[in-house]
């Protein structure tokens, strides 16, 4: 009966993980593992009318038209303004003015798939170079992918031009200057019905938030009271995920309101949810909208206190060549007179989502980086993580403190389940030979066993309770270390230069797995042959699934498996110095089959 209830613990726990790593993928935006493939299909939808559309033929012929309205003017030239700082490469569009490209400078792409054939191919002398990285995109409208920042002006009658027209540069500088911490680009619209836009981009050395300053001229002889829209607009697209690429992560847009943050997927858009997410009527004066992908994002933000109101939706193909989603804030101008002006001011973050740099600009920013289900207890691991990181200064050792601190706050309940096992493995002989004795009477032999393990103060499932305890710690770990931008480029030693990625001589993937069997090794053999088997398959096969990680995790685990194969190896000496007692006259005699 103990080896049956063993048996079903084991198959209950497998289940539970496939079932968590199944809703794990799930809430990443992942189809399940236990749905079918769906067929793929066109995606064809009515444009949505809750934020304004851009770059369609209609707007760029009433914006050309209205940019040589005045006085007889020629049509200014739509034309891209590209912009340079020591982190970030912009390029704007002179057709709204908006970031259309944006280049993080200090952050490459990766691809662990050609990494993997890359090693391949050098194992067996096959010249492989190392291929030049390209610098990773927040922003981007080429012919494959659109994703940009927009703003502009509404509820000006008589004016739609000015939701996105072309603007003439009134500035010259484009790189950042050495010396100078900030470069600031400046945007004027021509007037139309007498109202005129000015926008000023304000970028500063070392940030990756923007300043994004909006100044309404009303030359008019009428008063105006015009909103402001912030939006961020992208495709459908996913970054890839999968065995070789590594977990993947919530992609799509986001909104932080009073009553809290909100994930709305582009499913969600396509299904209609969106509108029971986020109601584009309420008014708040606090809150912002993002755009989040596995380690960066774009957020507008307000200043706070700004009157404000959310929207999200979709745009049909005929908007930007293909179907695409937006995120977008509106915000009154105010009344502005005639002969006067007015001025919002707002803020682009366009950059990785790292704490630090997220903290300090808007409440709750840090909540774009996405901890998952368990981010009650991820954040807290964070917190502890980066507090050692101020100390030592590399992330890799940083992990392997973390590691050893956990093992010390779990001491005594790890202690009391390898005291547990190393009991079983101690009194097994005796079972096995009354598996033997009574093998045609079952009912006896649980009897017997039952005896031993009252007379040894052994519990065989002692060694559970402490796994099922911990295991959500273990899970929100493992997100900390695969959400957490930080790594991007972090290197630890030697041959590990980038713990975001895996380990490109899989040296740490094959400490782990030899480290797990050797766990194994010291666990009391079961005494059925098919429980047996499978305590030494389910390391291979969790070794095989982590093979593609990152090699922060990897590392996490091989240090957390050395441990406990330490204290394991200690309590084991402990318990076997202390010999259990014989077998007696009686029970050493075997039946013979």
């Given at each position: ?31 399940s ?9 066109a995606?064809?939808?009515?444009t ?79 010249s ?20 940009a ?22 500035s ?71 065995y ?5 992560s ?7 309101r009073?009553?809290g ?34 380690y960066?994002s ?82 807290p ?10 100390v ?118 094959i ?32 070794s ?50």
């Open positions: 009966m103990t080896e049956f209830r063993r048996t079903l613990l084991l198959v209950v726990l497998m289940m539970s993980l496939l079932m968590l790593f199944d809703k794990w993928r799930v809430y990443h935006g992942e189809t593992l236990l749905a079918p493939r769906p067929a793929a299909k995606v064809l939808a009515s949505s009318a809750s934020a304004p559309g851009v770059n369609n033929a209609a707007l760029i012929a009433a914006a050309t038209s209205a940019s040589g309205a005045t006085s007889g003017a020629a049509a200014l030239p739509i034309e891209d303004v590209t912009i340079q700082t020591d982190v970030v490469k912009a390029t704007l569009n002179t057709l709204g003015a908006d970031i259309v490209d944006l280049d993080l400078l200090k952050y490459q792409e990766v691809d662990n798939h050609s990494e993997i054939w890359r090693q391949i191919k050098r194992l067996v002398g096959i492989a170079p190392t291929p030049e990285k390209a610098d990773v995109k927040v922003f981007d409208t080429d012919s494959q992918q659109f994703y920042a927009q703003t502009g002006l509404t509820n000006l009658p008589g004016r739609d031009a000015l939701q996105h027209i072309v603007m003439r540069v009134a010259s500088e484009r790189t950042l200057a050495d010396g100078k911490n900030d470069l600031a680009v400046r945007f004027e619209s021509p007037e139309v019905n007498g109202v005129q836009l000015v926008k000023t981009y304000t970028f500063h050395r070392g940030s990756y938030a923007i300043d994004v300053t909006h100044e309404v001229i009303n030359h008019s002889a009428a008063p105006i009271a015009p909103d402001l829209y912030l939006q961020l607009v992208r495709d459908g697209r996913v970054p890839p995920g999968g070789f690429n590594g977990p993947s919530y992609t799509g847009p986001a909104v932080y009073d009553d943050f909100h994930k709305i997927s582009f499913a969600d858009i396509e299904k209609g949810k969106a509108k029971d997410t986020v109601d584009s009527k309420a008014v708040t004066t606090n809150g912002w909208v993002a755009m989040i992908q596995h960066f774009s957020v507008w933000i307000l200043a706070p206190g700004t009157s404000r109101s959310y929207s999200v939706g979709r745009f049909d193909a005929n908007v930007h060549a293909q179907t695409t989603y937006f995120t977008a804030m509106f915000t009154p101008v105010g009344t502005v007179a005639p002969g006067a002006s007015q001025t919002v001011k707002a803020t682009l973050f366009a950059g990785p989502q790292e704490e630090r740099l997220l903290a300090p600009l808007a409440p709750n920013l840090e909540q774009v980086k996405d901890y998952g289900l368990l981010k009650i207890i991820a954040q691991l964070f917190w502890l993580l980066s507090k050692i990181h101020l030592i200064g590399n992330w890799g050792w940083s992990i392997v403190a973390l590691v050893v601190l956990l093992k010390i706050a779990f001491y005594g309940l790890n202690a009391n389940a390898y005291r547990s096992m190393a009991k079983m493995k101690a009194v097994n002989p005796r079972i096995q030979e009354l598996n033997v004795r009574y093998k045609d009477n079952p009912q006896q032999k649980q009897q017997e066993i039952m005896k031993i393990y009252r007379e040894e103060k052994v519990n065989p499932l002692g060694g559970c309770l402490p796994i099922f305890i911990q295991m959500p710690i273990f899970i929100a770990l493992f997100t900390v270390l695969t959400s957490s931008a930080e790594m991007r480029g972090a290197p630890w030693i030697l041959w590990i230069h980038d713990l975001s990625v895996m380990d490109p001589y899989a040296i740490l993937p400490l782990m797995t030899a480290t797990s069997l050797l766990q194994v090794s010291l666990q009391p053999t079961p005494a059925d042959p098919m429980q047996a088997k499978m305590m030494w398959l389910m390391p291979l096969a969790f095989a699934a982590l093979f593609s990680f990152p090699a922060g995790l990897t590392l996490y685990w091989v240090t957390n498996n050395s441990l406990t194969i330490l204290q394991q190896w200690l309590i084991n000496r402990q318990i076997n110095g202390a010999k259990p007692k014989a077998l007696k006259a009686s029970d050493a005699k075997i039946v013979k089959s």
